[in-house]
């Protein structure tokens, strides 16, 4: 049965919510990941990479905003601290140099590890009948698939 925000059950909610700030927590540190590469990438691939690391942390940028409202529409509290989501996040920062096909690999990994992340939290809302978190979440998910597929093929 479809249900709305106002209509799931206090466990459900905090359930759904707890799945969305673990999104939230992975497309923030994503988001600065790819700004870190889109910043510092370098050889011959620096034009197309350099275009797609913005891309992607622009569009992370605004899914975030996204995937934390839906969390207040849940009525549930909102991870909104940098430390709070590295430290919950699957996805870890990145310091130092690397070669633009170690940052490709990154942000695949990224990409891969946040589209199994939001699919997860889909899933959950699937269950309680939450259609809206599950179109968000599908939506979201096959975007970090889609980029997915692009840093896949600069792999060759």
Not at 11 to 31: F, G, H, Y
Not at 44 to 52: I, S, T, V, Y
Request: hydrophobic share 45%.
């Amino acid at each position: 049965m479809t249900q709305t925000a106002a209509n799931l059950a206090p466990s459900q909610k905090e359930a759904i919510a707890d799945a969305l700030n673990q999104c939230v927590a992975e497309t923030a540190v994503t988001t600065m990941l790819a700004q870190n590469f889109h910043w510092n990438v370098t050889g011959m691939a620096f034009g197309p990479l350099h275009d797609l690391f913005q891309k992607i942390y622009e569009d992370h940028f605004i899914a975030q905003d996204d995937l934390a409202e839906r969390v207040k529409a849940l009525g549930e509290h909102a991870e909104g601290t940098l430390a709070g989501m590295i430290k919950r996040s699957k996805v870890s920062e990145f310091e130092g140099k690397a070669s633009d096909k170690e940052m490709i690999k990154m942000m695949l990994d990224a990409q891969e590890t946040a589209a199994a992340t939001i699919a997860g939290a889909g899933g959950l809302a699937a269950e309680a009948g939450d259609t809206l978190t599950e179109d968000l979440c599908i939506a979201r998910g096959q975007t970090h698939e889609k980029f997915a597929w692009f840093l896949r093929s600069h792999l060759g």
